[in-house]
């Protein structure tokens, strides 16, 4: 019988010890983690990544040579929705997903809002199951990055990649997924979303945003590990352009000058956001959207100066 592709499900849970697997139980017969799984899209696997190198004989004979599998780990893809938790006074669902991408996740209940930052000494892991029409790969030790994308009259989305390390791949039934801690997604415009450049409101198109994590595998004699070694966030905004004596993107690049954006969506409640106190606008260039002229502006963020949060 022929399996199906779109039966996959991903689960996820945060290790307490690296490259340790969260739903193998202890002694007491209790894992380390339960599992959570991702309601989302576009989900992808590379069950055998890395390199192989060739043997390359000189033995007389012309054609390919035999090769040998140097590296073996495993990338996943997926992206979720741009979307808040279904109690604000608590993190999104997404949220352990960040703890292995250098990221902290900090709820504040007395205010009723959750920040998602980088913090660079972060050394969170996930394992990750994915279930794919009866195969399971185990995925332990994993690390990744994070990027999103919010673009008017869509719903937005975060995307997560994840480097872990290999288990052999086993028959497994998929399991009966729970996705209630997910929230159904606002459409990004004029009803839910703001966008403010140094506080004053700007008509947003899209902004995409990519923390860049550095995720190499490493594997020396006694050591296999994936490590998060550098991060270098970049972003582009789409925005109307206004009159230069409201907005002068193009001074503002040459200034190098450094300036505080903020986007959010949804109601007090139901808000998922990102902000950034230190952004510098590369060089504009222009575009248009139905006829009115647009700007694309790339974007550097500054070290770790950006934010995710919910409320």
């Known amino acids: 019988m022929a399996r199906k592709n779109r039966k996959k499900i991903i689960g996820f849970g945060l290790e307490t010890s690296y490259g340790l697997d969260a739903f193998t139980p202890d002694e007491n017969g209790v894992p380390a983690a339960t599992m959570q799984h991702v309601l989302g899209r576009e989900f992808s696997i590379t069950p055998l990544a890395g390199e192989s190198q060739s043997l390359e004989y000189d033995n007389g004979a012309m054609g390919q040579s035999p090769q040998i599998m140097t590296e073996t780990y495993v990338t996943v893809e997926f992206t979720v929705d741009l979307a808040a938790s279904n109690d604000p006074a608590k993190a999104a669902p997404w949220g352990n997903l960040m703890k292995a991408c250098l990221r902290t996740v900090e709820e504040n209940a007395a205010q009723s809002e959750t920040f998602y930052r980088i913090d660079e000494e972060a050394t969170g892991s996930l394992t990750l199951y994915f279930f794919q029409s009866g195969s399971l790969h185990k995925i332990v030790g994993a690390r990744g990055s994070v990027s999103f994308n919010a673009t008017a009259k869509q719903f937005g989305g975060i995307k997560f990649v994840f480097t872990g390390l290999f288990a052999p791949v086993v028959t497994m039934a998929n399991p009966v997924p729970d996705f209630s801690a997910w929230v159904t997604p606002l459409k990004i415009g004029v009803q839910n979303a703001s966008f403010t450049i140094d506080g004053t409101a700007t008509k947003l198109i899209s902004l995409e945003y990519d923390q860049a994590n550095q995720v190499p595998y490493q594997e020396y004699v006694g050591h296999e590990e994936v490590m998060i070694t550098d991060y270098k966030p970049t972003a582009t905004m789409v925005i109307e352009a206004p009159e230069l004596a409201q907005l002068d993107v193009f001074a503002l690049a040459q200034a190098g000058s ?54």
């Open 258 to 311: 450094e300036h505080e954006l903020v986007f959010s969506n949804g109601p007090v409640g139901n808000q998922v956001g990102w902000q950034s106190s230190q952004v510098q606008f590369g060089r504009p260039t222009y575009g248009e959207q139905e006829g009115t002229q647009t700007y694309s502006i790339p974007l550097t963020v500054i070290a770790n100066s950006d934010q995710f949060f919910t409320r």
